[in-house]
C-alpha cells in the first residue's frame, strides 16, 4: 500500500509557463472564459498571439479584410484577441473610415469606465496606425 501522507521531494527545477510548446498553451487557454483569455493575452506577445488562435474562437466569422484589417489595429493597440471587437461596416458613416467599433463591450476586459476617453484614445492610435501603414505601403512600391 502506498503511503499518501509522504511528500515526495523533487530536485529544486523552476519551470514558467512560457517555457510549454505553443500547442500546451493553446490547450490551457482553451479552458478560459473570453475574460480572463483576454487578461491572458494582454501579459505578453507570445500569449497576445495564442489567445487569437482561431481554434479558441469556434464561433467567430472572419467578415472581410477592411474590417479585419481593424480588428487587427486594434488587438495591437489594447492586446487583447482581435475577435473581441464587434467591428462592423458602416458605409454611410464615413468614406474615409467605414466602420462602427462599440465599445462597451470592452469595459470589463479593461476594467475602464470611461468609453469615451478611450474613444477618443484609439481614435488617435488608430489614425496614426493606418497613416503609418500607408505609409509603408508606399514606400513598398517604390
Not at 60 to 86: E, K, N, S, Y
Amino acid at each position: 500500500m502506498v503511503d499518501t501522507t509522504e511528500r515526495v521531494v523533487l530536485p529544486e527545477q523552476q519551470f514558467a509557463l512560457l517555457d510549454l510548446p505553443n500547442f500546451l498553451l493553446l490547450n490551457i487557454l482553451q479552458w478560459l472564459d473570453v475574460q480572463s483569455l483576454c487578461y491572458a493575452s494582454r501579459t505578453c506577445t507570445l500569449l497576445s498571439k495564442i489567445a487569437a488562435h482561431p481554434s479558441l474562437w469556434p464561433h467567430f466569422i472572419r467578415d472581410g479584410w477592411a474590417v479585419w484589417d481593424v480588428r487587427c489595429t486594434l488587438a495591437r493597440i489594447l492586446r487583447l484577441p482581435p475577435q473581441v471587437f464587434h467591428v462592423q461596416l458602416d458605409v454611410k458613416r464615413s468614406r474615409r473610415f467605414p466602420v462602427t467599433v462599440p465599445l462597451h463591450n470592452l469595459r470589463p476586459l479593461l476594467n475602464i469606465t470611461d468609453t469615451e476617453g478611450l474613444a477618443d484614445r484609439l481614435s488617435k492610435a488608430v489614425q496614426v496606425s493606418s497613416s503609418a501603414h500607408h505609409h509603408n505601403s508606399l514606400l513598398a512600391q517604390q
